[in-house]
């Protein structure tokens, strides 16, 4: 996001094409970038939208408990736990349906959240 920001304010032109060329980031565009020096109470709910590392899933998750735990993780996780949820949620939808692909039994479990 902010490399795009850069761009589209004219401090990196052809970021794609040029690489670390000429056109690129160097340290007297630095002076002229603003970025915000937010005050250390407001810093902490800042990062906690993209980084809230105590915000896990319970243990013993079943599929009658699982929205209601899944939409408090939701409102609680950052987007580093948001991404890594989905991901081990997709990691194991495709391990289901490759097996039902293979007319393997399956056995519902929430368990790989906790990981």
Known sequence: MLLGWLRHTGHIRKIGI???GADSLT????TEIVLPDFPPDVQLPIA??????????PAGLTAATFAAADAAFT??????QLDAAAKRLRAQLDAV?????R???????F???AE
Do not use: K
């Open 27 to 30: 340290m007297y565009n630095l």
């Open 97 to 101: 349906l490759d097996a039902i692909a």
């Open 75 to 80: 409102q609680a996780a950052g987007i580093v």
């Open 48 to 57: 906690t939208l993209y980084h809230a590392p105590a915000t896990t899933y």
């Open 103 to 109: 007319g393997q039994p399956v056995a519902p479990t």
């Open 18 to 20: 040029t690489g670390s």
């Open 111 to 113: 368990a790989f959240l």
